[in-house]
């Protein structure tokens, strides 16, 4: 298990940009996957990208593809979130998410929330129009 920990959120105007910091805990955050989901009011909790742990794979959502970029530092233990040309309808309270390496052939990161076993607290981002 990894205990994570979300920053970087706050109040940006549309066009704006953010970076989103998920730092972990434990000696062995080089053999998850991390993941970012986003939940906006009154509405389910979604995909926004998501990173392996060799970082050779990355993931993104099609609403965020072109303007996020998600990256990792595996000797900080800390991913993240690059946001630029952010919209009003990005605005929803931002999770990392991570899942341990099953085995070899659990190479490519989820976009499922239900693979994920371990929660950062999540940051608010709000952009304003």
């Known amino acids: 298990q990894v205990l994570l920990v979300n920053s970087g959120g706050g109040l940006v105007q549309d066009g704006g940009s953010l970076r989103l910091s998920c730092a972990a805990s434990g000696r062995t955050f080089d053999l998850y996957h991390i993941a970012w989901f986003r939940q906006a009011p009154g509405k389910e909790r979604v995909f926004v990208s998501a990173?392996?742990?060799?970082?050779?794979?990355?993931l993104y959502a099609d609403s965020v593809k072109g303007r996020f970029t998600l990256s990792r530092d595996n000797t900080k233990a800390t991913v993240y979130l690059q946001m630029n040309s952010l919209k009003p309808e990005d605005t929803a309270v931002y999770y990392c998410?991570?899942?341990?390496?099953?085995?070899?052939?659990?190479?490519?990161?989820?976009?499922?929330?239900?693979?994920?076993?371990?929660w950062g607290q999540g940051t608010q981002v709000t952009v304003s129009s």
């Open positions: 998410a991570a899942v341990r390496v099953r085995d070899a052939y659990h190479a490519i990161p989820s976009s499922v929330e239900d693979e994920y076993d371990n």
């Open positions: 990173i392996s742990w060799s970082q050779g794979k990355t």
